[in-house]
């Protein structure tokens, strides 16, 4: 079982800086975290990429956030971040965590937290 939370959520003014955390508890010494992901959704647009990172470190980010965000994991307690800077309102949405549980049978499951919300004021 994978429990999947997410914190760091504010109001901040433009131009203004946020850390997002994500927290992942595995019960069950079989089950093992691979990707990791942050998706945003905004009122009326479907949810998108923000980043992702898999368990080997690749890391990918949408066109919207280079530059500004950066993504991190800590394998051995996981857990995930994602440094936002230089923050716009178009940021704004709600943030997810999503984590992939891979079973001791080599089965994938995707996870995720109830969202974490950021606004931005211009």
């Known amino acids: 079982q994978v429990h999947v939370v997410e914190s760091g959520g504010d109001l901040v003014q433009a131009g203004g800086s946020l850390r997002l955390s994500c927290a992942v508890s595995?019960?069950?010494?079989?089950?093992?975290?691979?990707?990791m992901g942050w998706y945003r959704q905004a009122p009326g647009k479907k949810r998108e990429l923000v980043a992702d990172?898999?368990?080997?470190?690749?890391?990918k980010y949408a066109d919207s956030v280079k530059g500004r965000f950066t993504i991190s994991r800590d394998n051995a307690k996981n857990r995930m971040y994602l440094q936002m800077n230089s923050l716009k309102p178009e940021d704004t949405a709600v943030y997810y965590c999503?984590?992939?549980?891979?079973?001791?049978?080599?089965?994938?499951?995707?996870?995720w937290g109830q969202g974490t919300q950021v606004t931005v004021s211009s």
């Open positions: 595995v019960s069950g010494s079989a089950f093992r975290i691979t990707y």
């Open positions: 999503n984590a992939d549980g891979q079973s001791d049978l080599g089965y994938i499951y995707p996870y």
């Open positions: 990172i898999t368990s080997d470190g690749s890391i």
